[in-house]
């Protein structure tokens, strides 16, 4: 049963950076391919971007491209989600999310997601 632990997530000024971590137990993430999402107060989950199994690819949600950078480490069974220049409006719980698959290259946002973690909050504030 492949589980998802997020962490990283805190309080941090404006213009800072954090870094996410999505570490996962009991399924080789080799299979798995990731996506991240968030949750704001009131608004609706929206998805933020994904990575395939192999890496090989990754999309990111119009909103936060440029700022937000997905990678992985196999090895390390562990997805990240690097944040720059966080504004207040990327205050939210982030999740990730996974679905075994075995296309190699497959990344969407819109994928059927069935395992999810528990959510991490960042929030951005002066």
């Known amino acids: 049963q492949l589980q998802l632990v997020e962490s990283g997530g805190g309080l941090v000024q404006p213009g800072g950076s954090l870094r996410l971590s999505c570490a996962a137990s009991?399924?080789?993430?080799?299979?798995?391919?990731i996506g991240w999402f968030r949750q704001a107060p009131g608004k609706e989950r929206e998805g933020v971007g994904c990575?395939?199994?192999?890496?090989?690819?990754?999309n990111y949600a119009d909103s936060v491209k440029g700022r937000f950078t997905i990678a992985r480490d196999n090895a390390k069974n562990t997805v990240y989600l690097e944040i720059a220049s966080l504004k207040p409006e990327d205050t939210a719980v982030y999740y990730c999310?996974?679905?075994?698959?075995?296309?190699?290259?497959?990344?969407?946002?819109?994928?059927?997601?069935?395992?999810w973690g528990q959510g991490t909050q960042v929030t951005v504030s002066s």
């Open positions: 999310a996974g679905l075994i698959t075995g296309s190699q290259a497959i990344c969407l946002m819109t994928l059927q997601y069935n395992y």
């Open positions: 009991g399924f080789t993430l080799d299979y798995v391919a």
């Open positions: 990575i395939s199994p192999s890496g090989s690819n990754t």
